[in-house]
Nanobody, 121 residues
Framework: QVQLVESGGGLVQPGGSLRLSCEAA????????MGWYRQAPGKERELVAR???????DYADSVKGRFTISRDNAKNMVYLQMNSLTPEDTAVYYC???????????????WGPGTQVTVSS
């Protein structure tokens, strides 16, 4: 069984920074994609940033130049460095994983429980 453990959310003032971390715990053979989505009140869940096939990064247009996603392959972890935060970044941030397990099972769309990010003065 694979679980995602998120950390790093909180309250920050506009212009501030936060770093989110997500660890994929469990038996994993390969990580196909890992990243972050967010959902603000009354809005649909949207992609923030993800890493595919270990090197390809995708970012939402609204976070390009402000957020950076990175991965630690040895630890099965992904990080999201968020700079120049604005109130529009306020949301619950969810870690997401697509992975292949040691016995060949492919798992898509594993979600973490979410971590709240609030940007407010």
């Amino acid at each position: 069984q694979v679980q995602l453990v998120e950390s790093g959310g909180g309250l920050v003032q506009p212009g501030g920074s936060l770093r989110l971390s997500c660890e994929a715990a469990g038996s994993i053979r390969t990580i196909d994609a890992m990243g972050w989505y967010r959902q603000a009140p009354g809005k649909e869940r949207e992609l923030v940033a993800r890493i595919r096939m270990g090197v390809i990064t995708d970012y939402a247009d609204s976070v390009k130049g402000r957020f950076t996603i990175s991965r630690d392959n040895a630890k099965n972890m992904v990080y999201l460095q968020m700079n120049s935060l604005t109130p529009e970044d306020t949301a619950v941030y969810y870690c997401n994983l697509d992975a292949t397990l040691p016995w060949g099972t492919v798992m898509r769309g594993i979600w973490g429980p979410g971590t709240q990010v609030t940007v407010s003065s």
